[in-house]
Each structure stands twice: as C-alpha cells, then as structure tokens.
C-alpha cells in the first residue's frame, strides 16, 4: 500500500494525513481554509515540529488564496496568517515558518507565496534525506565487524516521515539501512504516555515493509543487554553545546544501556536542532505535562505523576550526532567508530 | 479507610481481596468451595507468588471442610486438593504448599488442616516484617548523610501486601522507613505492560497515606538522574547463586541509573528467592509473554512484540539483597553503606 503524503500542497488546498486516526483509520484532510487548518494543527491531525513548519507555509498560501476569493483587506489577511502562527504556541518551526514567508515572499502574488512554501517542503525533505544517507553510512562503517549478519537496530519514539517529512531522522537513517540492504529487524518502543513507537513507528515500519518488534519501554534495557540491537538510533529535540541531548523521556535508558553493552548511541538530527547557545543539558527546560497522561486510566482517582516530556542524555554516552551537514562525536571514548 | 485482609481464614470458608477489581473498587470475596478458590486464582482475583502460597495451604483446609460437608472419600479429596496445587502451574509456592501441608497435617482432623495453614499465614507475614524492618534500617545506614531531609525512595512493579502479605517485601521496606518517619515521598514506576504500579502499588500507598507520585517507566532513570530519588529499593523474583537478581522487565533500566547517579540499589526478598543451584543470571529462564499485552490496543493490527516479563540485574549493580535473615553485598565496589 502507498502511504499517502503527511502533507502536500494541491492547487489552492492542502492535503494532510489525519495523524489523530494512524494507524487504525488513513484518512486524508482536504484543507481549504485558514480556520480549518487551524483546527487540524490544534487537534494534531497535524504534529511534529518540522511538519508544523512547512504546515506554516503552507497556510500563508492558503490565506493569500482564500483572502483572494473572499476579497480581504490587508488588514485581514494579516491577521489570518496571524492565526496560523499562534495556532500552537509552543512549536517554534510554526511562527518561524510563517515569519519568513510572510517575510520573502510578495503576499500581493499567489503563485510566488506558493512557490516559496513549496521551497520550505523540499528544504525539509533534503535535510531529511541527507541525515538518512549520513547515518546510515556512519553506522555501515561504526559496525563493519557485524555486516555478515543483518542489523538489528534499537529506535524510540516518533522520528520518521510523520514527525519530519522526508524519510525523518533517526527512522529515517533506519530506512537509508533498509534500502542498502543491511538491515535485519527494528527494535521500537512503545513511548509512553502517548505510546508514539506503538502508534505512529510501526505504522511507518509496517508501510515501508520492515521487519519489526515493539517492547515496553521498560524492557529496552534488557533487549539491549541480551544482544539484540546492534546499535541505538534516536532523533532529538534539542542539542546542547557541549553534546548533552534532549529527546522524548526514555532516552536515556537506552543510552546507559547501550554503553554497558559497548554498542553505538546515535543521534540523527537537523542542524537547527543544536543550540549553540545552551552551554550543557542543565540549561535546557524539560517540560512537565499533565498527571493525566500517566495516570489514566489504571491508576486510582487522585494520583499524582512526574510526567516529564523528555530527558537528557550526557554527551559521554553518545557516540555520535549525525546531522545534513556533519557528524560530530561529542567524546566517544569507549566506543570508537572511525 | 482500612485495607480488607489480602487474604484470610473464617471459620469454614476463605475472604480474599478481589486483586481484579483494583483500584477501582473494593470487592472482597467469600470463597468456599475448592471450585470457587479455583476460579479466583485462575482469573488473578487472587494474585503473587507468597500469596497464592498461602492460597494452596488454606485451600486444603478448605477442601477437607468441604469434603465433610459433601462425604468425599478419600480419592475425591485428594482429588480435589490437586485441583487447588495445579490452578496455575508457573508459581511454584502454590504447589508447595499444597503438598507440605497434605504431607505434615492429618487429613482427617479439620482442626489440625487449619492450625497448619494459618502458621504457613503466620510465617508469610514473619518473613515480610523482618525484611521491612531490616531494609528499612540498612537504608538508614546507607543514607545516615542524607537524613536530615525526608528520604525519597524509587521503586517498581507491586511489592506490597497484596502480592506478599505482611507489609510486602521492596514496599515493606517502604513502609518501615515511612513509620520511623523518615520516608517523604516514594516514585512508583507504572510497569507496563500489566500496570501493577500504576494500579497496586499506588492504591497501596493511598492505603497507607504515603506521599507518592506515578511515573511512566521511561522516565525513571531520567528522575534518577535528576536527584528525585536517595535510593531505589525493588523486589526479586529469582536470585542467582552470584548476585544476579531477576524481577520485573525495567527493574534493569534503574540499576543502571541508580549506579550513574551513584545513589544505592537495593533489593528486598526473601530466602526462598535466592538459588544457590543456578549460578547466574544467564541461567534463570525469562518467560515470554504474550505479544498481545504489549501491542493491544495502541499498534497496528499485527504488530508483533518482544514481551519479556522479567529482566536480569547484573550483581554488580545490586548494592545489597536484604532477606529475612541477613543482608548480601554481592560486589558493593562503588557504594559502600557499612
């Protein structure tokens, strides 16, 4: 089966996979007005920070064009595109997106606001696809000695076409290994609370035809331990500067697990996400999210959680940071690759 | 509110807390008849290798009562008693004790059954005090640095009364420090994928008004990291002749993490857990379980799962094993308590 596109931009509209249906419903959006694209980002049937960024473009697009047929002024074709930007406050590729379209772009010409958007798509499925290709030659090399047998490789998480556009970053790394014909099977965690390795990276695998398993989180550790990942291969949201990584709660498990078991810890990432200007993990603010998440519905009423959205993972356990442009080996002291 | 008896002897029959109904509801059962106890262990009403120990010696107290009632001969009660020793074939205490009490106690004299079943009750909730109580107090001297603020202990799984009567084994400990008022706040993993935490464990510690908070099980090693815990404290399932420590899939995640952060692991259990006839952990079978409690209802049809329901602890990471009889520091290199 052809997996629809995550998002497309069709003459004047735009076509979205309702992500809030995967993976038991695929249901295609057909999104023709800036308040119905507001509503797909709010609801999450579009989600991930990349993809929001080129949903940003998009919308300004469609704001320029529906603002033509219904005749706005300035004034409101503004504050359409304003709605756009603020419709999640927290993504930043979204407000930049559309900051830097409305920038560049001549609002007064349709044609040139759409070519622009479609500029944003293909930069993100370039950057996409550049981190695939890097990655997976840095593992083919980091794991040379193990080439006789197909890899087996442990993943957490969210991080492919769904979340990134393109073929994503670390799923996407797993992809490029698929096509050379050197992979063997996926590890995937479940990703609790909101179980995005159970839901959206098996879906992905299962389109893409890879061999997969799922496991609790909880088990990643062992699975490592008993020799069945060859290495660990992760996305992140935010890198710091000396190498210390964020990335959706649970990583770090897998990072102190990898290293007791002497198998490479890499991190597939854009460039954007290394922040130059947070000196070390500490700096970066991890958010707290509602109670709910954990403890509904099997805990007693009442109960409180600790529902941290990511973690930090030291820059000693990783072995390497793969971006578009580069790979950087933060220390990779005991696990050398080149 | 006072917590029903786990499980108890009345006069001719048996009461047990519905471990099914939880946290939702209190529902304490009324069993007696040898079919009825059978349908309460199968369907997990009651649950945990200790209790359903003690489940096998009153349920053939419960049979030879019934028998009266009901003229069995001598076959049919023996009968009868094989049902309750084979309701579940994978915990071993059933079986056990089943067959020390038909061996040790005279059949034929109803009164004689009970004394026997109501000591194997009394040793059962002797074994969970004394491990309570001498956890509780090696972690005092283990954290003698750390009390002048209240302790914060991280544990998994249930290790309450509920699956071991008396005040439990890892939670015993818990509750030991909690009455000598130097407990402040406990994080609970959920445990996927059965949530024994998120369900028992919490409902426990409600019970027994003890400050906790839930948290999913990619995050404990990240709250460990993050100074959230002075120790981790867990029970075990199998112990190896060398240290090695089976418990519950993600017991390993938070060995790990506890050793980074450099905070003591100790595990709670007791004798008859430790195996001096398998030499390490690589011997200990892992049971697989069914794909279905991973994958059901969040992946994608036919998602398949690597469902281990136990991990192995190296000894090296254990800072010590607590019994009812003494205390075991397998390696104890980095974190020496004494």
Redesign the interface.
Known sequence: METPDVLAWRDGYIEALDQTAL??QIRVLRIASVGDLVDAITSLAIRGAPVLGVAGAFGVALAVRQGRREGWDAARLASEIGRVAAARPTAVNLAREVAAITASADLADPASVERAALAVLDTANRVSRDISVRGAAYLRECLRDRLDAPLRVHTHCNTGTLACLGWGTALGVIRALHEDGVLGQV?V?????L?QG??LT??EL?QLGIE????????????I?QG?ADAVVVGADRIAANGDVANK?????LA??AR?AGIPFVVAAPESTIDEDTPSGAQIPIELRA?EE??TP???????????AF??TPADLVTAIVTEQRIVEPVSLEINCR
Chains 1, 2 share one sequence.
């Not at 997969?212 to 699975?223: K, T």
């Not at 709660?249 to 498990?253: D, F, L, Q, R, W």
């Open positions: 993976p038991h590890i965690d479940e990703t609790r609370p179980l159970a839901r098996c879906w299962g997969h398993r799922l496991a609790a989180d909880g088990a990643a550790p062992f699975l331990s069945l709660i649970g990583t770090y498990s102190l697990a007791r109670d954990v403890t099997a805990a007693p009423a009442g109960t409180r959680a600790l529902n941290y973690d930090i």
